[in-house]
């Protein structure tokens, strides 16, 4: 139980088009999901945290605009990088979490930007 | 503010026990976690410690929390090298959404 998908799992795209990463919780409802970037040999960086049917909190320094997200229902988040550039080249990851507050993470969504 | 923090790199000869060790500045988190991310993977919950408990242990997996000195550590005993990987110490702040801290995370590298 309390498995996580991304998709895609990884993604290569043109500087300047959006790329849309869909996160799903398969077998429980996810009151919260959280969207995390990794770069490279360093540790996870909350991005920001959403909730079924409101506006996601951005953490300080990531800009709302530019990640879009969209907790459409309680088993799908989704992060949208709009206008992408190269400096957004990440490897991307969801969590989700039920109603004991544990995270499930997601297998990541690599992003490279050209 | 809140912090983790973790060494960066432990080298072990497989057989033996490898000790993980983490601080954290967040007197008032309620769960403290151990995570495993193999490359290009997510992350795998290997474990984790309430607040109010000193030690946990699960198969090969020992954890000890020092709340007064907030130090956590993560023993493997018997080291194989399929545990060669990225570990993450992670303490889950009080308030809001129960968002998680992670540390830098240490590569553990386990060699014959």
């Known amino acids: 139980g309390a498995v996580v998908s991304q998709h895609p799992s990884w993604v290569i795209c043109k500087s300047g088009t959006s790329v849309k990463i869909e996160c799903r919780s398969l077998?429980?409802?996810?009151?919260?999901m959280f969207w995390y970037r990794q770069f490279p040999k360093q540790s996870l960086m909350l991005m920001a945290t959403s909730n079924e049917g409101s506006k996601a909190t951005y953490e300080q320094g990531v800009e709302k605009d530019k990640f879009l997200i969209n907790h459409a229902s309680l088993t799908l988040s989704t992060l949208t990088v709009t206008s992408a550039h190269p400096e957004d080249s990440s490897f991307y990851i969801c969590s989700a979490t039920g109603l004991g507050g544990e995270q499930f993470f997601g297998p990541g969504t690599r992003l490279t930007v050209l | 503010g809140e912090d983790v923090e973790q060494s960066l790199f432990l080298s072990v000869r497989e057989g033996d026990s490898s000790v993980i060790n983490c601080t954290y500045t967040?007197?008032?988190?309620?769960?403290l976690y151990w995570y495993k991310q193999e490359p290009g993977a997510g992350l795998q919950l290997l474990t984790y410690i309430f607040s109010n408990m000193d030690m946990k242990q699960d198969q090969r997996l020992t954890v000890l929390l020092n709340k007064k000195d907030k130090h956590l550590s993560l023993r493997i005993a018997d080291t194989q090298t399929g545990d060669s990987a990225i570990y993450f110490c992670a303490e889950r702040v009080s308030g809001g959404y129960n968002k998680l801290i992670f540390g830098a995370g240490t590569r553990l590298a386990v060699h014959p």
């Open positions: 967040d007197s008032s988190s309620t769960y």
């Open positions: 077998d429980f409802q996810a009151t919260t």
